[in-house]
């Protein structure tokens, strides 16, 4: 189906959902506040059927099994987004007291002048006055239960020490876009999503490294390819845990960005590259407040996280003489403690070995070292970049100009770019021997370096 037919299905099943969800509410009050009504329990309301409905809710429904409970929990959260008037008898008052039910549950939203679920809500409409039945709802919102698994539903707590049911019943904004719309949501840069989908032109056969370091990416290629493998097939999955850490080491523009935007092209997963001035904060607290935002996105999705410039975040614990030292060693461990139960695959880079903590270190599946390249990899990297299209003059040998000057293929780029905008501006496109060599000055300048 197209974009356009799948929100339709999507529209069609959905009202029909909100039919049953409706008589779902009513019934739940009359049988919680003793009022005549058409159906003993709940039970008694037959779910609408989904069997030969292709909408993507039925679709969803169908995939993990929901029992009723489930699509009532579901609808629930659905709902504000849909519906946001079928919530309106939450709004009726206590007369013994003068204010709502604290049985309904429910949480105020900042511009959302309805009502806005939590998981007690949830508990109101399907345990009513049944304590046995509460527990049972309270495994609907465990660690375990596919609602959190897939990242279907977010629950958040609106202040700590607060009763567990309390927590605020979010549908995911990726499920809400499927559901409605029909379409796949891939989370976008964000102040509390502070990490960004990277891709790239380039191939394998753009990127120029050693054999030995071809190698050590491979073995993370195949981890990507036959995890379920090794872990389930072969048992492994008792002995070591999931996910795959890797560190990626070397000077800048040697190719460790590229490495792993090309790892998540050929698995066919996304990799995120996380922002560390959006992820680092002065304050206590908040940096792992920041991480957790992506972590817990990312954690039931087949994504690479990839960490740039990684010191600054998983840099060597310092000796505790200072109640802030201590605050900054209590964050590299929570970061540890979340990259080793992470189950997908962690890229960590960063231009010093040295600087990342040894916690770190000794739990690195493969640990990469990306080395400046030789002459012979650097006429590779000119030869490619160059490739064939742009005007050289005659008094240009590549092969002369990668023997004599050492650069990464990063900096090679930037001396591309500044020939070809120095030829154009000089002459008609021509870029000549002394359009690199001012471009490779430039970039040793900037390292420090002369020609």
Same mark, same amino acid.
């Given at each position: 189906?197209?974009?356009?037919?799948?929100?339709?299905?999507?529209?069609?099943?959905?009202?029909?959902?909100?039919?049953?969800?409706?008589?779902?509410? @009513?019934?739940?009050?009359?049988?919680?506040?003793?009022?005549?009504? @058409?159906?003993?329990?709940?039970?008694?309301?037959?779910?609408?059927?989904?069997?030969?409905?292709?909408?993507?809710?039925?679709?969803?429904?169908?995939?993990?099994?929901?029992?009723?409970?489930?699509?009532?929990?579901?609808?629930?959260?659905?709902?504000?987004?849909?519906?946001?008037?079928?919530?309106? /008898?939450? $709004?009726?008052?206590?007369?013994?007291?003068?204010?709502?039910?604290?049985?309904?549950?429910?949480?105020?939203?900042?511009?959302?002048?309805? $009502?806005?679920?939590?998981?007690?809500?949830?508990?109101?409409?399907?345990?009513?006055?049944?304590?046995?039945?509460?527990?049972?709802?309270?495994?609907?919102?465990?660690?375990?239960?596919?609602?959190?698994?897939?990242?279907?539903?977010?629950?958040?707590?609106?202040?700590?020490?607060?009763?567990?049911?309390?927590?605020?019943?979010?549908?995911?904004?990726?499920?809400?876009?499927? /559901?409605?719309? *029909?379409?796949?949501?891939?989370?976008?840069?964000?102040?509390?999503?502070?990490?960004?989908?990277?891709?790239?032109?380039?191939?394998?056969?753009?990127?120029?490294?050693?054999?030995?370091?071809?190698?050590?990416?491979?073995?993370?290629?195949?981890?990507?390819?036959?995890?379920?493998?090794?872990? @389930?097939?072969?048992?492994?999955?008792?002995?070591?845990?999931?996910?795959?850490?890797?560190?990626?080491?070397?000077?800048?523009?040697?190719?460790?960005? /590229?490495?792993?935007?090309?790892? *998540?092209?050929?698995?066919?997963?996304?990799?995120?590259?996380?922002?560390?001035?959006?992820?680092?904060?002065?304050?206590?607290?908040?940096?792992?407040?920041?991480?957790?935002?992506?972590?817990?996105?990312?954690?039931?999705?087949?994504?690479?996280?990839?960490?740039? @410039?990684?010191?600054?975040?998983?840099?060597?614990?310092?000796?505790?003489?200072?109640?802030?030292?201590?605050?900054?060693?209590?964050?590299?461990?929570? /970061?540890?403690?979340?990259?080793?139960?992470?189950?997908?695959?962690?890229?960590?880079?960063?231009?010093?070995?040295?600087?990342?903590?040894?916690?770190?270190?000794?739990?690195?599946?493969?640990?990469?070292?990306?080395?400046?390249?030789?002459?012979?990899?650097?006429?590779?990297?000119?030869?490619?970049?160059?490739?064939?299209?742009?005007?050289?003059?005659?008094?240009?040998?590549?092969?002369?100009?990668?023997?004599?000057?050492?650069?990464?293929?990063?900096?090679?780029?930037?001396?591309?770019?500044?020939?070809?905008?120095?030829?154009?501006?000089?002459?008609? *496109?021509?870029?000549?021997?002394?359009?690199?060599?001012?471009?490779?000055?430039?970039?040793?300048?900037?390292?420090?370096?002369?020609?």
């Amino acid at each position: 189906m197209n974009a356009m037919s799948i929100s339709q299905a999507n529209a069609q099943c959905l009202e029909q959902e909100l039919i049953w969800f409706t008589k779902v509410l @009513e019934s739940s009050a009359n049988l919680y506040f003793k009022q005549k009504g @058409e159906y003993q329990s709940l039970a008694e309301i037959p779910c609408p059927n989904l069997v030969e409905d292709e909408s993507s809710y039925a679709c969803l429904v169908r995939d993990c099994r929901m029992t009723m409970d489930e699509r009532i929990v579901l609808m629930l959260a659905l709902v504000p987004h849909i519906r946001p008037q079928l919530l309106d /008898l939450f $709004f009726a008052n206590n007369k013994s007291f003068n204010r709502g039910f604290t049985e309904f549950g429910g949480w105020k939203g900042k511009s959302h002048s309805g $009502f806005l679920p939590t998981c007690e809500t949830a508990a109101f409409i399907l345990a009513g006055s049944s304590l046995e039945k509460r527990f049972e709802v309270v495994r609907l919102f465990e660690p375990e239960h596919f609602f959190t698994e897939k990242g279907i539903l977010r629950l958040d707590y609106q202040g700590s020490g607060e009763p567990i049911l309390s927590r605020a019943l979010h549908l995911s904004v990726e499920y809400l876009n499927r /559901l409605t719309l *029909g379409i796949t949501h891939k989370p976008d840069y964000s102040i509390s999503f502070p990490a960004k989908l990277i891709t790239a032109k380039l191939g394998w056969d753009d990127l120029v490294l050693a054999p030995e370091v071809l190698d050590e990416i491979d073995h993370i290629n195949t981890w990507l390819k036959h995890s379920r493998t090794i872990m @389930e097939e072969w048992g492994l999955g008792k002995v070591i845990k999931p996910g795959y850490r890797s560190l990626f080491y070397g000077p800048p523009g040697t190719g460790k960005t /590229l490495t792993a935007t090309l790892i *998540g092209a050929e698995a066919g997963v996304d990799v995120y590259r996380i922002d560390l001035s959006m992820v680092v904060s002065k304050y206590i607290g908040e940096t792992e407040k920041n991480l957790a935002n992506v972590f817990d996105q990312a954690q039931h999705k087949n994504w690479i996280l990839f960490f740039d @410039e990684a010191d600054a975040l998983f840099g060597k614990r310092t000796q505790t003489s200072s109640s802030n030292d201590r605050y900054a060693n209590q964050e590299v461990s929570y /970061l540890l403690q979340r990259v080793e139960d992470f189950p997908g695959v962690v890229i960590l880079a960063t231009n010093l070995k040295a600087n990342i903590d040894e916690a770190f270190a000794r739990r690195f599946q493969t640990v990469v070292y990306f080395p400046m390249p030789n002459a012979e990899q650097r006429y590779r990297l000119w030869e490619g970049m160059l490739n064939g299209k742009c005007r050289l003059a005659k008094d240009v040998s590549l092969a002369n100009v990668a023997e004599k000057y050492e650069l990464s293929g990063g900096a090679i780029t930037n001396v591309v770019r500044y020939g070809a905008i120095r030829a154009l501006r000089q002459r008609d *496109g021509l870029i000549c021997h002394d359009d690199l060599v001012k471009g490779i000055t430039r970039e040793l300048m900037k390292e420090g370096r002369t020609v």
